[in-house]
C-alpha cells in the first residue's frame, strides 16, 4: 500500500486522465486473447493486436477480449483509442490500488474488482485488481499478470450451449464477477484453518512467536475485508437497476451474487471475532502462567521467612544464649526449621494453594 501511495504522488499536477501505471510490474509483455460467440459457434483467438481484437466485434455476437499487463501504457492507451473509452477510465484502469466499483462512462459500464487467490508456498492472500468494460456486445477484461480463476467461463463458453451462449454481454459480465466472488470462498477456508492452527497452538503454547502469527492474521483480514467491502455497495446500485448496460433479467443474477458477497463478509466478521476472542485466550493463559509462577515464588518466600527469623536470631553475636552452649543445640534448630516448613507447606497443601 505504502509503495502504491508513493507512486500515486508522482501524478500531482498532472491532467486529469494521465496514464501513469501505478502498482506493480508483474509481467514484462503483455497479451491480449479473446472469445467471439453466439448460441451457434464459438472462436477463441490467443496473441492478437489491438486492432485485430477490435476487428472481432461483430453484430449479434458476444466478444470477451482479455488484455493482460495494465502497465503498457501504449497498449492502454491505444485500446482506449479504438474502443472509445473516457480518458478518466483509463487512468483508473492503470491504478493497481483503486477500491472495487462500478461506473458509467457514456455508453460503457466499468467495474473494478479484487480477485483474490491464496498463495500456498507464502502462506498468504495474493490479491490482483481485476478491471471489467462493458460496451455494446463486447467486455474489456484487464488483468495485472498471467493466471486467473476465469477458466470455467472460458470452458462454459468453449464447450457448452448453456445460458452463458444465448445471453448477452452482461450475463456474460455477471459470470465473471460471480467466478471472483466465489473464489472468495475458498481463501476463507485457507484462513479459517490457520485461525484454527492458531488457537491450536496458543492452547499447547503460548508465546510471542504465536501472538506475531495471530497480529499477521489479524492484518490479513483486515486486507480481506478491504479488498471486498466496497463491492457491496456497488453491486446494491446494479440490483437497483442504476445502470442501463445491465438488462432486469441478468439483474436478478447480479442479486445473487451480492447475496454471495454478504455471506462472505458475515464469515469475515465471524473470524475477526474468533481472533479477538484468540486474543483474550492468549491473555488469560499468559496472566495464568504468571499467575502460577507468582505463586510458586510466594510459597517459596512465605516458607524462608520464618527460617530466616529463626536464622537471624541465632546469628547474633550475644554471650549469653544458653542454646548456643546446649549439645544438642544446632540438630534442634535443624530439626525445629524442618518442622515449620513442613507444617506450612503441609497447610499450604491442605487448603489447596499448590
Known amino acids: 500500500m505504502a509503495e502504491i501511495l508513493d507512486k500515486a504522488s508522482e501524478k500531482t499536477g498532472l491532467p486529469p486522465g494521465s496514464l501513469i501505471h501505478i502498482g506493480e510490474h508483474a509481467i514484462s509483455a503483455s497479451s491480449i486473447s479473446a472469445f467471439v460467440y453466439d448460441f451457434e459457434q464459438c472462436t477463441h483467438h490467443q496473441d492478437i493486436t489491438v486492432e485485430e481484437s477490435a476487428d472481432l466485434i461483430l453484430p449479434g455476437q458476444v466478444s470477451w477480449i482479455n488484455i493482460i499487463g495494465v502497465h503498457d501504457t501504449e497498449l492502454i492507451a491505444e485500446v482506449g483509442a479504438l474502443f472509445g473509452l473516457h480518458h478518466l477510465l483509463l487512468e483508473d484502469l492503470m491504478h493497481t490500488g483503486q477500491r472495487p466499483k462500478i461506473e458509467e462512462y457514456e455508453q460503457t459500464l466499468f467495474v473494478v474488482l479484487k480477485m483474490l487467490t491464496y498463495n500456498e508456498s507464502r502462506n498468504a492472500v ?44 452482461d450475463y456474460l459480465a455477471y459470470a465473471l464477477v460471480d467466478t471472483v466472488v466465489d473464489h472468495y470462498f475458498g481463501v476463507l477456508e485457507h484462513i479459517g484453518d490457520k485461525i484454527e ?84 485466550i492468549y491473555i488469560s493463559l499468559l496472566s495464568r502462567q504468571m499467575n502460577q509462577v507468582m505463586k510458586v515464588l510466594t510459597v517459596i518466600a512465605t516458607l524462608f521467612i520464618p527460617l530466616t527469623f529463626v536464622v537471624g536470631i541465632y546469628g547474633m553475636n550475644f554471650e ?35
Open 126 to 169: 495474493q490479491e490482483e485488481q481485476i478491471s471489467l468494460i462493458l460496451g455494446n456486445d463486447w467486455v474489456l477484461s484487464f488483468q495485472e499478470r498471467e493466471g486467473d480463476v476465469f477458466d470455467p467461463v472460458r470452458h462454459r463458453i468453449a464447450n457448452t450451449k448453456g445460458k452463458i451462449r444465448k445471453m448477452g454481454n
Open 197 to 280: 492452527d492458531l488457537q491450536d497452538s496458543i492452547l499447547e503454547r503460548p508465546n510471542p512467536e504465536v501472538l506475531q502469527t495471530l497480529h499477521e492474521a489479524k492484518q490479513e483480514l483486515i486486507f480481506v475485508r478491504h479488498s471486498i467491502w466496497p463491492l457491496r455497495d456497488s453491486l446494491r446500485e446494479v440490483v437497483r437497476g442504476e445502470f442501463a448496460q445491465v438488462s432486469e433479467q441478468v439483474e436478478v443474477y447480479f442479486r445473487d451474487v451480492l447475496d454471495h458477497i454478504h455471506q462472505v463478509l458475515d464469515a469475515l466478521e465471524s473470524y475477526r471475532d474468533v481472533l479477538s476472542g484468540t486474543l483474550d
Open 320 to 354: 549469653y544464649m544458653p542454646e548456643l552452649s546446649w549439645r544438642y543445640g544446632y540438630p534442634a534448630v535443624w530439626g525445629g526449621m524442618i518442622g515449620l516448613a513442613g507444617g506450612m507447606l503441609y497447610q499450604f497443601k491442605k487448603r489447596g494453594w499448590f
